[in-house]
């Protein structure tokens, strides 16, 4: 069974710009959750997704934001980007909500300058 | 809120016992989560705990308390390829919100030869 992929793996935008990024969870996984990490902050919450419906919010500002399509794939967008904003976003991705172990992808290395 | 406290670093030598221990604060507690993240790797999970007592996976055991908010775990027969930081996690519920996964800052293990 494929694991969860992220694209892009890497990006570098400006200041200012917006970017997209996505994720395909493990087939069969409904939930899908996001994650912020930094050297400085660890790893954060962003948000989690389940049926196509956001479940929980971790403690971002609005120009976070994100969705889930039908088929469980996910995407997460993050408008008007700050130096700040540079980091590791992980996709994880479970079968339920429920559930307690998830499967982490490889991330997607964001770079702004 | 909620807060969770893990070492930064631990250090070891090959074939030794290590445990790393992780101490939380939190409420609406679920259970604990051990995940283990290689340099410019994704995270992968090791354990969870969600009554009290001992959880053991092979070289890797795992050990709740919920009384005294308390974990640990518990790393035998180091090997080389062990060397990796390794997170707590608490899985809990906040008000208005499912079930979340918040992250430790991690402990970097070191295993020297």
């Known amino acids: 069974k494929a694991g969860v992929t992220q694209t892009p793996r890497y990006l570098i935008k400006t200041r200012g710009q917006q970017v997209t990024l996505s994720c395909s969870p493990i087939s069969g996984h409904r939930s899908v959750s996001w994650y912020q990490q930094t050297p400085g902050q660890g790893l954060q919450f962003l948000f989690e997704y389940f049926s196509e419906t956001q479940r929980n919010k971790g403690n971002f ?18 408008s008007t980007l ?18 307690y172990e998830q499967y982490f992808g490889p991330g997607t290395r964001l770079t702004v300058t | 809120g909620q807060s969770l406290e893990q070492p930064s670093e631990v250090t070891a030598v090959e074939g030794a016992i290590v445990q790393i221990n992780c101490t939380y604060q939190t409420s609406g507690f679920y259970g604990l989560s051990w ?3 290689h340099d410019g790797g994704a995270p992968t999970f090791l354990s969870y705990n969600a009554l009290d ?23 035998q027969e180091l090997q080389m390829k062990d060397s990796a930081s ?21 402990t970097q293990l070191t295993v020297l030869p």
């Open chain 2, 53 to 75: 007592g001992l959880e053991e996976t092979g070289r890797f055991s795992s050990f709740l308390s919920r009384s005294d908010s308390y974990g640990y775990l518990l790393l």
């Open chain 1, 61 to 78: 500002p609005g120009r976070f934001s994100g969705r889930q399509f039908s088929n469980s794939r996910s995407e997460m967008n993050v």
């Open chain 1, 82 to 99: 700050e130096l700040g904003d540079s980091a590791l976003y992980l996709c994880a991705s479970k079968p339920g909500q429920t559930s």
């Open chain 2, 86 to 106: 390794y997170f707590c996690a608490v899985r809990a519920v906040y008000s208005g919100s499912a079930r979340q996964l918040t992250f430790g800052s991690g």
């Open chain 2, 35 to 37: 995940y283990q993240q």
